[in-house]
């Protein structure tokens, strides 16, 4: 069985990381995936420039919230990013990274491989 992995991914203003993060996931050895990216209007054009890199990438998709400063403390923003990215996703697992952390090489294909002989669990959290 194929399962298609969402990878939702919150960004804000970490340019220094921000490239890495995305390269764990073109890394991956598992290759059935999307990494939505929603970027919480980072002020910084260095995270644009980054981002910009990767617009016509087949699995990435990238988004920006477009909210104003002075919203931005108003809610939980990564949380209400993320519940945005879950309408938005099409995969039969969802998975998140930061824009400051990494994934190793064989992460999704540790995850896919355990969810798809445990068709039982709805959930399982694993930290590489």
């Known amino acids: ?7 939702l991914m919150t960004c ?24 939505l990216i929603f ?34 403390y108003n809610t939980a923003r990564y949380a209400t990013l993320i519940n945005e990215m879950f309408q938005l996703s099409v995969g039969n697992y969802i998975t998140y990274l930061v824009d400051d952390d990494r994934y190793y090489p064989d992460r999704l294909q540790i995850l896919v491989d355990y969810m798809d002989s445990h068709p039982d669990h709805q959930v399982v959290y694993h930290p590489l």
């Open 39 to 72: 970027d919480d209007n980072s002020p910084d054009p260095k995270v644009h420039e980054i981002l910009y890199h990767y617009m016509n990438h087949p699995q990435i998709q990238i988004w920006n919230s477009h909210i104003s400063e002075a919203k931005r």
């Open 12 to 35: 804000y203003n970490k340019p220094e990381w921000l490239r890495e993060s995305i390269e764990s996931v073109i890394e991956q050895t598992y290759t059935d995936w999307e990494l």
């Open 1 to 7: 069985m194929t399962a298609k992995v969402s990878i």
